[in-house]
């Protein structure tokens, strides 16, 4: 039987917006943080600090032995990264996913950046991974069912030549990071759930330039390309309700980036 989905009140919303608006802060403190000679510890407490002194909790800390606030993953390792000594150099593609709990609300958002001087093909990827989180979120905005939201991640990897990882999903959210529905982030066969007002998805496309396989290293973690390809990584926490959609993980709703497609969000 299906995990049941848990649907949200507005105020329910209202306070998840709070959690998301510490992850964002968050999430630019790691960006700032995140220099060359910077090791990826040094990313990971920069978010750390944000979220001690906003007197949010990290959801990532402890979650099934995770050991850190944030995962931060470098070149081909394209999620899941344990941060840790590993120096960051010129060029390298860095992504950081964090999330936060205010008042028992799960926010969680992700983003990627090259550090230094950016080669052209890794400014690609990195730019059209974010553009397809953006048409994806776009589509939940008129989406029937969530497989409207895969298929429009899928097209602007297509148009891009990247692959979405495979076995590596987006996920309800609320009152637990990770809950019923699972939103791919590409095609699949099947019968997918209804969009509803009252549901809260985080869409995270994980793109890369290889095959899309991947495993798992041994710290049972983190997640790098089959081909050493590199990949980027994007997320923003979503709320749909019955007059739009709201990002939850940004200042402005998503306004700025759902502009090129012509929604306008309307909070809660």
């Known amino acids: 039987m299906a995990a049941r989905i848990e649907y949200k009140s507005r105020e329910d919303m209202r306070v998840m917006a709070r959690a998301g608006l510490v992850v964002e802060r968050a999430l630019a403190a790691a960006e700032a943080a995140a220099v060359v000679g910077a090791t990826t510890k040094d990313v990971n407490d920069?978010?750390?600090?944000?979220?001690?002194?906003?007197?949010?909790?990290?959801?990532?800390?402890?979650?099934?032995?995770?050991?850190?606030?944030?995962?931060?993953?470098?070149?081909?390792?394209?999620?899941?990264?344990?941060?840790?000594?590993?120096?960051?150099?010129?060029g390298d593609v860095?992504?950081?996913?964090?999330?936060?709990?205010v008042d028992g609300w799960h926010g969680d958002s992700a983003r990627s950046f090259v550090v230094g001087q950016a080669s052209e093909v890794d400014r690609k990827l990195v730019e059209a991974t974010r553009r397809s989180m953006w048409a994806g979120i776009a589509?939940?905005?008129?989406?029937?069912?969530?497989?409207d939201v895969s298929a429009a991640i899928e097209d602007?990897?297509?148009?891009?030549?990247?692959?979405?990882?495979?076995?590596?999903?987006?996920?309800?959210?609320?009152?637990?990071?990770?809950?019923?529905?699972?939103?791919?982030?590409?095609?699949?066969r099947g019968r997918h759930?209804?969009?509803?007002?009252?549901?809260?998805?985080a869409i995270e496309p994980m793109l890369v330039r290889g095959t899309g396989d991947s495993h798992v290293l041994d710290d049972h973690w983190t997640v790098v390309s089959a081909d050493g390809?590199?990949?980027?990584?994007?997320?923003?926490?979503?709320?749909?309700?019955?007059?739009?959609?709201?990002?939850l993980t940004a200042t402005d709703g998503g306004a700025a980036g759902l502009a090129a497609h012509g929604v306008v969000p309307v909070a809660p």
């Open 193 to 201: 759930p209804r969009v509803k007002p009252g549901m809260c998805v």
């Open 229 to 247: 390809s590199r990949g980027a990584h994007w997320e923003h926490s979503i709320a749909i309700h019955e007059d739009g959609i709201w990002v």
């Open 139 to 147: 589509a939940l905005a008129t989406a029937t069912r969530l497989d």
């Open 94 to 101: 860095v992504s950081v996913d964090c999330g936060a709990i």
């Open 156 to 188: 602007v990897a297509d148009a891009a030549g990247l692959f979405p990882l495979e076995g590596y999903v987006g996920h309800g959210i609320g009152t637990a990071m990770h809950q019923a529905p699972d939103v791919m982030n590409y095609r699949t």
């Open 46 to 90: 920069a978010a750390a600090e944000v979220i001690d002194a906003a007197g949010a909790t990290s959801n990532f800390l402890g979650y099934h032995g995770f050991p850190a606030v944030a995962c931060v993953s470098i070149n081909e390792e394209i999620v899941h990264g344990i941060p840790g000594e590993r120096v960051i150099a010129d």
